[in-house]
Structures are given as structure tokens and as C-alpha cells.
């Protein structure tokens, strides 16, 4: 299976790793409507494709780029199918989710 990288939305992120930032359709987070038009890619120096994660930058929830790079919930399953088949992915939505909960932690 190809890498899959994660993204934090709506953010830059400062960790020591390769992370790419880039610019995509506005749009609203399907949990609490944070609007982003922005998202930092971790892992790798690449824009996001549909089908990749992404962590919202305000909840810290995990979602997933659709066809024309607006995010949406993960599907029943599809988070647990995610920790199966690719846990390096998994982990790195983890760490930008604890980074995200820090954040409001401040
Ligand atoms: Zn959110």
C-alpha cells in the first residue's frame, strides 16, 4: 500500500518531521464547523489527495478528504480498517490530534 499522508487543517505545524502546507477549497469541518483553507500535510512534501486523513486543527477529530478536497466524517469501519492496514498513518493522525488538544489546552 502506497504511504498515505496526514493532515492537520487549518494550521502550520512546527514539529521536527517533513510537513508541506498548501491551500484547499474552503470549507467546514463536519463536526464543529471550524473553516479552514489551509492544511499542513505531515510525513511527506505533498498537497493532500482525496481519500487522505486529516485531523481538524479546533476539535482534533479525524476526518477524510472527498473527490474535490473538502473533508468529511470517516464511514462506520473505515477508522478501525485505517489502525489495520496502514498504522503508521494511524499513529501520525494520533500526534496531530495530541497536538491539536494541547493547543486548547493553553
Ligand atoms: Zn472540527
Redesign the pocket.
Known sequence: MPFQPASLLGAPVSEPMDTHTSNVPPSG?P??E?VYDVTTSVGVKAAPQPGDWAV?Y??S?FLVYDADLKVRKPHQGEVARLTQTNPKVRRLLEQAAAVVRRKSQL
Do not use: D, G, P
Request: with cysteine; charged share 0%; aromatic share 24%.
Open positions: 469541518c463536526y464543529c471550524y481538524c479546533n476539535c477529530q
